[in-house]
């Protein structure tokens, strides 16, 4: 299959790059930042906001699916305007393009953010958090994916021939990483885990690039399993945390007390069943195996 990358050059964009290839498809990969893509992956340096730009990169690629992950990648980065502007109006954009070049299937990355925690009010009705929960992001960033997640749903009333969703990867670990490279955050996972002040941030939730890879290709290879204009989490099984997470969500988070207590089985603070029963999602590397092993690979 011809798949067109947005954003490959990043974190996740790697590992999603690799994979699809990996699979057999016939990837290309656009982003602003040019490098070097793994083998077999045809690569293409853009700005996709640039009209010109993305008919070209759509034409050459001619894409039978899209995965979109390029934008803005985390929250403060840069002024809120300009997060809101390039993440929202890259998502319509490349997301139209998709439909208008024939693609049948387009996935756009969101994010946990949308859900809105990490302010002093901020009350979870239940948890697990699921996808059936209500959104309620305070930053620039969160609601830019919230905005994302809403220009699928309004694209996907407008075709009946490309199968539109969205992915909420979590706290995502480049293969890397678990090797003791520095995250986006400037420290290791090591350090992570050490200190749960670190990973409570990010409600403890995270996932590894191939795991997130894997379900960003299952998306787009079974478009008949995928709910149009559907939203998923992309998290791994098990939270971030070497204690109860129960406990630590109460002590961080003390407005999450009265519903920690569904935690205390050691289940991850956000659900991902939703991928797991209608998309056959297996998430299978975890902090336990990938820390302290070191694997890269």
Known sequence: ????????????????????????HQVTSVDTTPATPPDGVAAITADLLDATAREDAFTRAAPEAVVHLAGIAVPFAHPDVRTLQVNTGLAWAVLSAAIEHGAHSAVAASSPTVYGYNTPTWTPRYLPLDED???????????????????????????????LSALRPGYVVAPEEWAGATTQQGHTMAQRLADPALAAGSLFNYVDARDAAELFALVIEHPERVRHGQVYNAVADDPLAPGPV????????????????ALSDGRAVFSNRRARTELGWEPTRT??????????G
């Open 246 to 261: 129960d406990e630590l969500m109460a002590r961080l988070h003390p407005t999450t007390a009265p519903h920690s207590a």
């Open 133 to 163: 929960h209500p959104v309620q992001p305070w930053h620039a960033y969160g609601l830019s994916k919230e905005i994302i997640e809403g220009t699928v749903r309004s694209l996907a009333r407008t075709t009946d021939t490309c199968v």
């Open 1 to 24: 299959m011809r798949v067109l990358v947005t954003g490959g050059s990043g974190r996740l964009g790697r590992s999603v790059l690799s994979t699809l290839a990996e699979r057999g």
């Open 287 to 296: 902090w336990r195996t990938q820390l302290s092993q070191g694997r890269v």
